[in-house]
């Protein structure tokens, strides 16, 4: 028998995971209301309370993707071409661009006083020219639904795989505006988008929705539901938007912990998930490492923080005496550049190799809370390589010596996200060898921040996918707008008397 849940009590058992409980706390309890859901997390146990004026909400923006994908057939990919160049043209006009600043400084202002960071969420006019310039090429990007990928000839009848569109493809993402701009990038393949962007810059995804995106929408002819927004600040609005099982995909974007629950909450509604959370990368120097090279590739990977940045650097002990000051400097002078200083983790066991006072002196880091004095260098147990550094203006890196490239690998591969790994190596059978072990979709030889769809294959990027939970099944790393489909078969049958 199963009936409505309408009430929660304090101290209420759960069960989950098929072999344990959670315990209902008084708050949750107290808060809940006939009509809310409680979504329960199989991996963790985690009770999630959708109320549900939130999960009406969120109903009804991934209603309106999924009515305006069931049109989206009859659409011309011409008329998805216009809606790319007039959501760019809307963009580039400085009366509409005025007033979505307008939010968007709205926006950075309240984090600002709430303690929040604000690194992402300002909508510059680097950020700006960027949105821009994918649109664009999304616009001119050839459409790919009806490509024939493979084509079987019969006797007396063939068959066709063909892409396809995929369906509602829905989008949590926590601060950076941009990312509004490029998810829309699945509708090039036909599918609609609905979005969830974190409170932080809701302000600012409202006022591109209303000043820019409806407008191109409706300007194009396409269906006004085929970008959607989930209009509200709740955080359970992601979770009820990505339980919602008429989603063909949930892609998650931003910190570790939040994208990795999000994920379950997809996962078990049977709902594909792409995350895109934790990053960091790492950079190893292998004994043969040019001294110059290494140095410019550790000041060229720390210019911002984002997923790609340096993380953890790894250098051979042969070379420590030689390189460790050499990355010193290159951190030093990262941190000048961004006016803020910088911040070094070293591995445990390894503090002999700095130079002296680095572990006594202190540095003003700048925080999301603001300026903070601490330690300019802190010790950091080898289980904790794995943790990413969110700095703000402060370069923050962590450094291991190791015996070998082979251990560094090792490390890697037990410790990080498995995300990007760069090797500094005078030698090409390193390289290989390095390639061949190394657990991670991106590998380079030189500066990490390569690792960008935009930068590195011209193409608007929906995420880039680390192998934190395993490989990704027939993609790569970096989800771009044009792979995001499915495969239909056709048949023509040219022999009317065709039997088997």
């Not at 603001?370 to 550094?389: H, Q, S």
Request: glycine share 10%; proline share 4%; net charge negative.
């Amino acid at each position: 028998m199963t009936a409505a849940l309408t009430q929660l009590n304090a101290g209420m058992l759960i069960p989950f995971g098929g072999d344990r409980v959670a315990t209902v706390p008084a708050a949750l309890a107290a808060a809940f209301r006939a009509g809310d859901r409680l979504v329960v997390v199989q991996e963790s146990g985690a009770l999630l309370h959708i109320p549900a004026a939130v999960q009406a909400i969120a109903q009804g923006a991934v209603g309106r993707a999924h009515d305006a994908f069931g049109k989206m057939g009859q659409v011309s990919d011409d008329a998805i071409s216009a809606f790319f160049g007039a959501f760019a043209d809307k963009l580039a006009s400085d009366i509409i661009w005025s007033a979505i600043a307008a939010a968007n400084d709205a926006d950075v202002a309240k984090a600002a006083a709430a303690g929040r960071s604000t690194t992402r969420l300002t909508a510059d006019a680097k950020m700006r020219a960027g949105m821009i310039e994918g649109l664009r090429g999304w616009a001119a990007a050839p459409a790919g639904r009806g490509k024939v990928l493979e084509r079987v000839e019969h006797r007396g009848w063939t068959v066709e795989q063909v892409a396809a569109p995929l369906g509602v493809v829905a989008f949590v993402f926590e601060g950076r505006p941009n990312v509004f701009a490029d998810a829309t990038g699945v509708l090039r393949s036909g599918n609609t988008v609905v979005f969830r962007i974190g409170s932080d810059a809701l302000g600012t995804a409202q006022a591109i929705m209303r000043h820019a995106l409806e407008p191109a929408l409706a300007a194009a002819g396409l269906p006004a539901g085929a970008a959607s927004l989930v209009d509200s600040p709740e955080r359970s609005a992601g979770w009820a938007m990505f339980s919602d099982r008429r989603l063909a995909l949930a892609v998650a974007r931003g910190s570790g912990a939040a994208v990795a629950q999000l994920g379950a909450v997809a996962r078990q509604a049977g709902v594909p998930v792409s995350l895109h959370g934790t990053g960091g990368a790492w950079l190893v120097a292998d004994k043969t490492a040019d001294a110059d090279r290494f140095a410019a590739v550790v000041e060229a990977s720390l210019d911002r923080k984002v997923c790609n940045t340096l993380n953890v650097c790894c250098i051979v002990r042969e070379r420590a005496d030689e390189l460790v000051p050499l990355f010193l400097q290159a951190l030093e002078r990262a941190g000048q550049a961004r006016g803020h200083g910088c911040k070094l983790h070293i591995a445990a066991g390894d503090e002999a190799v700095l130079p002296k006072g680095w572990l006594d002196a202190t540095a003003t880091v700048r925080r999301a809370e603001g300026d903070v004095v601490e330690a300019r260098a802190e010790t950091l147990a080898v289980a904790d390589l794995g943790r990413e550094w969110e700095w703000e203006e402060t370069p923050e890196v962590s450094l291991k010596i190791v015996d070998s490239v082979e251990q560094a690998v090792a490390l890697f591969n037990q410790y990080s996200p498995q995300f990007d790994a760069s090797l500094i190596s005078k030698d090409p059978a390193a390289h290989q060898a390095f390639y061949d072990t190394v657990n991670a979709p991106f590998v380079g030889d030189g500066f990490t921040r390569w690792v960008d769809g935009q930068y590195a294959l011209d193409r608007p990027e929906l995420g880039l996918s680390n192998w934190e939970h395993g490989r990704l099944f027939a993609r790569s790393g970096i989800l771009s707008g044009d792979g995001v489909y499915t495969v239909r078969s056709r048949a023509r049958q040219t022999d009317p008397k065709l039997r088997r």
